[in-house]
């Protein structure tokens, strides 16, 4: 490709998720902020304006069942493109057939990386627009690095990047660019002649080194946890929560988690009117609800009847608890918010699809959540929550979107064009 050519077709974002995964098993299913790692990849194509439809190619059932949650076109990778030794190369070649089979035509590709979970939307964006403007055959996201690099061998070190003899200070130095694994935009005729995602001229685009973090242990999906909520954004939709149902702890979320105790033993908590009008609304638009409690304490059940919305107390499994109660209902739990304040709700956080804390959680919770609100427990926490489960609904009801076209081998829509 020639710097004067210029990229013509769709831009199509391909998401290669197998369900083999070695170093952390089910590592795409894994959650980071509450979402799945590859609803993260979805949602950040989604978020980037110059892309037009988003696939996740995967040879795994449920990886396909939350990838198109998100929002992405299902195209499922025969047995001989998914095993360990398998390429991603193979798999875009493969997405590309497809597309080309369905008569689509794919001008720009970009290959995102659900390893990656804070891919940048804005970044990807001008990824794409180098190629779509044929300033380069590929681009991909980088890393500033001013790092001296060595390697070992059986002479002993020896600098890579550097002479060893010359430390020249930082301001000295041209900074070298490390791949963030996040992203690679290609123009897609020249990926197919080149067969790989690298050729003609390269471009890099820089990403924040916060954000360049690949996740292929234990220990660094942990590190991803631990920082989500410093980079938290608002690909998980925190302005607004989609969901059929709403499920809450009671301590610390309708509370603020303290009690006064009588010389009777007789306990007594402060709650909320706010709260009581929200649940009020919620019911009023047909929202189920249900307070999962550990205890058997009669303000809880008391509170519960005063709001008119089901109860569950003295619960030691509250996960199973919240699985039955939605299946009784024939709720999926990836339409259901649960929102906790401490580590007995880590099970119910881990099953929904809106993993909810106050601000005030334990860090664990924290590091779970999908959105952590702006008020505390026991002063508007749960008003907060139907506030934006209610928003969902209003948005919901502005209008149906476009009628859109689907390719062969995808199950869901086309992303509508920006």
Request: net charge negative.
């Amino acid at each position: 490709m020639t710097a004067s050519a210029r990229a013509t077709g769709e831009v199509v974002a391909v998401i290669p998720a197998r369900g083999g995964s070695k170093g952390v098993p089910r590592k795409n299913l894994r959650r980071v902020a509450g979402v799945p790692l590859v609803g993260r990849a979805v949602a950040a194509a989604l978020a980037a304006s110059r892309i037009d439809r988003v696939i996740v190619s995967t040879d795994d059932d449920e990886i396909a069942s939350v990838a198109r949650e998100w929002g992405a076109q299902i195209l499922r990778r025969p047995a001989e493109i998914s095993g360990d030794t398998a390429s991603s190369e193979s798999a875009l070649r493969h997405a590309l057939d497809a597309l080309a089979e369905g008569g689509v035509d794919v001008g720009v590709l970009a290959f995102l990386q659900a390893t990656s979970p804070f891919i940048d939307p804005h970044a990807l964006d001008d990824a794409i627009a180098l190629v779509r403007r044929g300033s380069f055959g590929s681009v991909f996201s980088a890393v500033e690095t001013y790092g001296f690099l060595w390697e070992r061998s059986a002479e002993g070190a020896r600098g890579v990047n550097h002479d060893a003899a010359v430390r020249p200070r930082r301001q000295d130095r041209e900074p070298h660019w490390l791949e963030s694994g996040a992203f690679y935009v290609m123009d897609a005729p020249g990926f197919r002649a080149a067969g790989h995602r690298f050729f003609g001229r390269t471009g890099i685009v820089a990403v924040p080194e916060r954000t360049a973090i690949e996740i292929d242990s234990e220990e660094q999906l942990q590190l991803a946890r631990a920082i989500a909520p410093l980079i938290r954004s608002r690909l998980a939709g925190a302005e607004a929560i989609d969901v059929d149902a709403v499920v809450t702890d009671f301590d610390g979320v309708h509370t603020d988690d303290t009690v006064l105790v009588g010389s009777d033993g007789a306990e007594l908590v402060q709650v909320s009117r706010s709260d009581g009008m929200g649940v009020s609304r919620l019911r009023a638009a047909g929202i189920p609800m249900l307070i999962l409690s550990t205890e058997t304490n009669p303000v809880v059940g008391a509170r519960a009847r005063k709001l008119r919305v089901d109860v569950r107390q003295a619960v030691d499994d509250k996960a199973a608890a919240l699985r039955a109660w939605a299946a009784e209902r024939d709720l999926p739990l990836h339409r259901i918010a649960y929102l906790g304040n401490d580590v007995n709700d880590l099970g119910c956080l881990e099953i929904v699809g809106w993993p909810v804390a106050v601000p005030d959680a334990h860090p664990l919770v924290l590091a779970a959540a999908r959105v952590v609100l702006a008020r505390d427990g026991g002063a508007g926490a749960v008003r907060d929550l139907v506030e934006r489960v209610l928003r969902a609904r209003d948005t919901a009801a502005d209008g149906p979107s476009a009628p859109v076209t689907t390719p062969p081998h995808a199950e869901t829509s086309r992303k509508a064009q920006p």
